[in-house]
């Protein structure tokens, strides 16, 4: 049943508690026109001295009191575990066959996904390769190694659309927890492989992605353009899917941006933005650190996104996201752009 037209949810008292006294609107750059890096706020590993410390605390502590979530990290196979140091006979190959490798070793990194998943056999659907940028490193990092490789992780859809998750139904938020830990498992496998081959490897895996902002990084390499509701739409998987990365200074070839539409899609869609129960879905751009994007106000969906267990609602509603309806809308939204650029129509 659709929420357009109720009132929004609103969080209870004792949410305000956990809260620095300023906007984590304000604290992500929402209205600054100057570029800058961004801030990291959800980085569950070291909430000490953060400004979102107790909030963070907050999170972990209702995410692990509940057994099936718990669990679905502390016994999962998240990969090997720590990274060796490079080989000292540093093996050397042109960058065409790097990437090349990379490719072949993440899409082929055999998995155990029951049949019936996309990808299912494999530990990815999706890779591809970006030089890293400043602008995508939190305020308090630095990062010394020249490229990225993003992986993408397919998730099954019959299975996120039970979110919003709760302790007793769990089903949703439990695929996203599979398919961070089928990320995991790719990246880590990935560093410890190119680190055989005489360089430097450094994983990133969800939902503790650490010093990187990987949504450009993803859009940069390929994977898609960002939707209203703040996350990516990929042209074959939609919304539902996850991310995991790779810094390394490995020679690549880095891979270009897919634009095919859902921008122009998503500014005459409002399915999330009506879905979405603290209304925390812009319908209009915004301007965030220099730059007018599609928002999702913080201030608004953290509440929601720490009592139901990371929501994800947006994701599971988006009509890119159903399945085998992504590529037609791809190709019809594709063709529809192509028509504004030969008639000098503005983007």
Known sequence: MSRKNQPAWTPPAEHAALLPPFSGNAYNGWGEAAPRRPRQI???????????????????????????YRDVYAKADRGPGKLPPPAENRRTASA?????????????????????????????ELV?????????????????????????????????????????????QLEVCDQ?????????WLAHW??????????HAGPWVGSLNLLPA??????????????????????????????????????????FGADDFCAGCQVCANECPPDAISR??????????????FDRCIAYFNETFGCGI????????????APKLAQRFSRRAAEKRAAGVPA
């Open 42 to 68: 959800f980085w569950l590993r070291k909430s000490e001295g953060h400004p979102y410390g107790r909030l963070l605390d907050a999170v972990k502590a209702r995410f692990v009191s509940v057994p099936a």
């Open 96 to 124: 065409d066959s790097w990437t090349r490798q990379v490719r072949d070793f993440a899409l082929n990194l055999p998995g155990a996904r029951p049949a019936g998943y996309p990808g299912a056999g494999s530990e990815a």
């Open 128 to 172: 591809g390769i970006a030089r890293i940028r400043p602008e995508w490193v939190y305020e308090g990092f630095e990062s010394s190694l020249p490229n990225l490789i993003v992986i993408g992780n397919a998730m099954d859809h019959g299975r996120l659309s039970r979110v919003p998750s709760s302790a007793e139904d769990p089903e949703g």
């Open 180 to 188: 961070y830990n089928r990320g995991s498992r790719v990246v880590n």
């Open 194 to 203: 190119i680190r055989a081959q005489g360089y430097e490897a450094k994983p």
């Open 218 to 259: 993803a859009i940069a390499c390929g994977f898609g353009e960002l939707g209203k509701h703040g996350s990516l739409i990929n042209r074959e998987y939609g919304s539902s899917f996850r991310l995991a990365a790779v810094e390394t200074d490995l020679p690549l070839n880095p891979d270009t941006a897919d634009e």
């Open 284 to 297: 209009d751009k915004v301007l965030v650190r220099g730059t007018v994007k599609w928002a999702v106000d």
């Open 314 to 325: 947006c994701l599971a509603v988006c009509p890119w996201s159903t399945p085998g309806r």
